[in-house]
T-cell receptor
Framework: ETGVTQTPRHLVMGMTNKKSLKCEQHLGHNAMYWYKQSAKKPLELMFVYSLEERVENNSVPSRFSPECPNSSHLFLHLHTLQPEDSALYLC?????????????FGPGTRLTVT | GENVEQHPSTLSVQEGDSAVIKCTYSDSASNYFPWYKQELGKGPQLIIDIRSNVGEKKDQRIAVTLNKTAKHFSLHITETQPEDSAVYFCAASSYSSASKIIFGSGTRLSIRP
């Protein structure tokens, strides 16, 4: 395993629900990331945290709200989602926020919005 | 901004044959090019990377080549095996781009027995 865990692995939610995705890394890394993976599209970087501070927000709609309480945990809070938000959400971590460090990915949460 | 194009989107090769996946990038400042492999039900995992100061790098059956002038790089897998079946992603970034790494759209590689 990569040392990055994500829960839940699968999530089905209605458009009016509120849910949260959880990510935990056991690697002692300083940077954590949320990506969205849709079929036949490149991975889309959503948020980057470095030492618990958000350093990048790639024009993500406000219905996605990240939280990083410490350097080992990352959450993605979801509310009022749209069907097009259905995708695989991947969490990753790296030693540092520099893009030239290897990123370690979790297995992802498969989200379906009904 | 950076854009990474990856081809082909799907590739099927006979076991034992070679597979080649190609990528092009647009930002001439890019100088780091990793390749990730994603198996079913798992997240992407780094398999090899190359930096702009070298033209080729090998690791057992996999190799990556880089042509900075043409702004393209390729992944070569020789003597393919069933466990090579996966989705492969190329990516590009630069030392100055901080946390920004741009991925290609992926190639689904299938190895026929």
């Amino acid at each position: 395993e990569t040392g990055v865990t994500q829960t839940p692995r699968h999530l089905v939610m209605g458009m009016t629900n509120k849910k949260s995705l959880k990510c935990e890394q056991h690697l002692g890394h300083n940077a954590m990331y949320w990506y969205k993976q849709s079929a036949k599209k490149p991975l889309e970087l959503m948020f980057v945290y470095s030492l618990e501070e958000r350093v990048e927000n790639n024009s993500v709609p406000s219905r996605f709200s990240p939280e990083c309480p410490n350097s080992s945990h990352l959450f993605l809070h979801l509310h009022t989602l749209q069907p097009e938000d259905s995708a695989l959400y991947l969490c990753a971590s790296s030693q540092d926020r520099q893009a030239t460090y290897e990123q370690y990915f979790g297995p992802g949460t498969r989200l379906t919005v009904t | 901004g950076e854009n990474v194009e990856q081809h082909p989107s799907t590739l099927s090769v006979q076991e034992g044959d070679s597979a080649v996946i190609k990528c092009t990038y647009s930002d001439s400042a890019s100088n780091y090019f990793p390749w990730y492999k994603q198996e079913l039900g798992k997240g992407p995992q780094l398999i090899i990377d190359i930096r702009s100061n070298v033209g080729e790098k090998k690791d057992q059956r996999i190799a990556v080549t880089l042509n900075k002038t043409a702004k393209h790089f390729s992944l070569h897998i020789t003597e393919t095996q069933p466990e090579d079946s996966a989705v492969y992603f190329c990516a590009a970034s630069s030392y100055s781009s901080a946390s920004k790494i741009i991925f290609g759209s992926g190639t689904r590689l299938s190895i026929r027995p």
